[in-house]
């Protein structure tokens, strides 16, 4: 009897820490202190009213610069687990500033998916960025829409509106889930609330970054709407000769639905292009799961993988850090943006106080955060 009674207190104190972990991790606050280029932070629920108050009604900052131009949207964590693409939309937040035209950026597009890891995959719960300041947390995030959010999943997920029969957990994967509807799950409402903001602001270009396992054959790349096919183009030849790093070009394959390269380019004016950087923590073929990994990107079994030619991008025992990644990302977006303004210029983006790859790579990401705790209170917002 005693031995049932200590099995069950300690069953007991198991489930309590981690209860106590998961809700750490899903309350976690993330901070940014809004940059000089920002005049207003809304909610994605101002677009779309069931999304109000909802875990996905995420911050939406608004930067305006003093002359008209045109308007870029750029989405960051529409997969959390891919960080760099929330770190490269946080330093736009909190460094851009702009002259003409308007950038309008949300770092956690699905924040439901930041709250929760991947079931299996030993996912750390957050990672810390260095800093000067002490260094700054973030949480970690899944692929999919936290399950406590969005659930059961269906037996089969078929894609609104094309019917396309699509792996079931992907019916809460925000990248598979565009252009949305109205009344369908949380992860289609959030798309379809994304969609609202392009039409209303008239957005001219929604750029969406993300990683890859270096096991994916789309990686190092933009993959492109054919709206924005030569624009894309043009921006590959320049960051391959004057960024420091070689970026590919791929088209938008119209059979595969639910992508934002897709769905947003067919179903508003915008041009739609996605950003895939080169991230090991994501690969099958991995050691350790953990922040070294997340932060350094080095593992002797993705190199391992890469002398066999089971890869599709290039790793050495330098390993694919976080300050690479997230610097592809900020350059891209600097390239496309100075093309578009060339070629538009009435719709011109013009940006700056942004480093570009060279900068990143030398200083490290947490040398572009700003500290919350000397920041104005009404300057600082919580992801």
Same mark, same amino acid.
């Given at each position: 009897?005693? !031995?049932?009674?200590?099995?069950?207190?300690?069953?007991?104190?198991?489930?309590?820490?981690?209860?106590?972990?998961?809700?750490?991790?899903?309350?976690?606050?993330?901070? @940014?202190?809004?940059?000089?280029?920002?005049?207003?932070?809304?909610?994605?629920?101002?677009?779309?009213?069931?999304?109000?108050?909802?875990?996905?009604?995420?911050?939406?900052?608004?930067?305006?610069?003093?002359?008209? #131009?045109?308007?870029?949207?750029?989405?960051?964590?529409?997969?959390?687990?891919?960080?760099? =693409?929330?770190?490269?939309?946080?330093?736009?937040?909190?460094?851009?500033?702009?002259?003409?035209?308007?950038?309008?950026?949300?770092?956690?597009?699905?924040?439901?998916?930041?709250?929760?890891? $991947?079931?299996?995959?030993?996912?750390?719960?957050? /990672?810390? @960025?260095?800093?000067?300041?002490? =260094?700054?947390?973030?949480?970690?995030?899944? $692929?999919?829409?936290?399950?406590?959010?969005?659930?059961?999943?269906?037996?089969?997920?078929?894609?609104?509106?094309?019917?396309?029969?699509?792996?079931?957990? %992907?019916?809460?994967?925000?990248? !598979?889930?565009?252009?949305?509807?109205?009344?369908?799950?949380?992860?289609?409402?959030?798309?379809?609330?994304?969609? &609202?903001?392009?039409?209303?602001?008239?957005? %001219?270009?929604?750029?969406?970054?993300?990683?890859?396992?270096?096991?994916?054959?789309?990686?190092?790349?933009?993959?492109?709407?054919?709206?924005?096919?030569? +624009?894309?183009?043009?921006?590959?030849?320049?960051?391959?000769?004057?960024?420091?790093?070689?970026?590919?070009?791929?088209?938008?394959?119209?059979?595969?639905? =639910?992508?934002?390269?897709?769905?947003?380019?067919?179903?508003?004016?915008?041009?739609?292009?996605?950003?895939?950087?080169?991230?090991? /923590? +994501?690969?099958?073929?991995?050691?350790?799961? %953990? $922040?070294?990994?997340?932060?350094? =990107?080095? %593992? &002797? /079994?993705?190199?391992?993988?890469?002398?066999?030619?089971?890869?599709?991008?290039?790793?050495?025992?330098?390993?694919?850090?976080?300050?690479?990644?997230?610097?592809?990302?900020?350059?891209?977006?600097?390239?496309?943006?100075?093309?578009?303004?060339?070629?538009?210029?009435?719709?011109?983006?013009?940006?700056?106080?942004?480093?570009?790859?060279?900068?990143?790579?030398?200083? #490290?990401?947490?040398?572009?955060?700003?500290?919350?705790?000397?920041?104005?209170? &009404?300057?600082? /917002?919580?992801?």
């Amino acid at each position: 009897m005693m !031995r049932k009674v200590l099995i069950a207190a300690l069953g007991a104190a198991l489930a309590v820490t981690a209860g106590l972990s998961f809700y750490r991790s899903r309350h976690l606050a993330e901070p @940014v202190v809004a940059g000089p280029g920002v005049t207003r932070v809304v909610k994605l629920g101002d677009y779309f009213g069931p999304i109000r108050g909802t875990v996905n009604d995420a911050n939406v900052y608004i930067l305006e610069g003093r002359e008209s #131009g045109g308007t870029v949207l750029l989405l960051g964590g529409t997969h959390p687990e891919e960080p760099a =693409g929330r770190l490269a939309a946080w330093i736009f937040a909190e460094a851009a500033a702009i002259a003409r035209g308007r950038l309008i950026i949300i770092p956690t597009a699905n924040r439901s998916a930041s709250t929760a890891t $991947r079931l299996g995959g030993a996912y750390p719960p957050d /990672f810390t @960025v260095p800093t000067a300041w002490g =260094g700054q947390t973030f949480r970690m995030g899944d $692929r999919w829409s936290n399950p406590l959010d969005q659930w059961p999943d269906p037996e089969v997920y078929l894609h609104y509106p094309t019917r396309q029969e699509l792996a079931y957990v %992907d019916v809460r994967n925000l990248n !598979r889930a565009f252009p949305g509807r109205p009344n369908g799950t949380l992860t289609e409402r959030t798309c379809y609330a994304i969609i &609202e903001l392009i039409r209303r602001e008239k957005v %001219d270009i929604a750029i969406d970054f993300h990683e890859a396992e270096l096991q994916y054959p789309v990686i190092s790349t933009i993959v492109a709407h054919e709206k924005g096919a030569d +624009l894309a183009a043009a921006a590959s030849m320049f960051i391959s000769s004057v960024e420091g790093f070689a970026i590919g070009v791929e088209n938008s394959p119209k059979a595969l639905r =639910g992508l934002s390269h897709r769905e947003i380019g067919d179903a508003t004016d915008a041009i739609s292009l996605l950003l895939e950087a080169p991230e090991p /923590f +994501l690969d099958a073929t991995r050691g350790r799961t %953990d $922040r070294a990994l997340l932060l350094t =990107g080095k %593992d &002797e /079994f993705v190199v391992r993988a890469g002398r066999r030619g089971l890869l599709f991008e290039k790793i050495d025992e330098a390993g694919w850090p976080i300050d690479v990644r997230v610097g592809r990302h900020t350059s891209t977006v600097l390239q496309i943006l100075e093309i578009w303004s060339g070629d538009h210029p009435d719709r011109a983006v013009e940006v700056s106080g942004v480093p570009r790859y060279t900068e990143v790579v030398e200083k #490290g990401v947490g040398a572009f955060l700003k500290d919350p705790k000397t920041a104005p209170a &009404e300057k600082v /917002f919580f992801e």
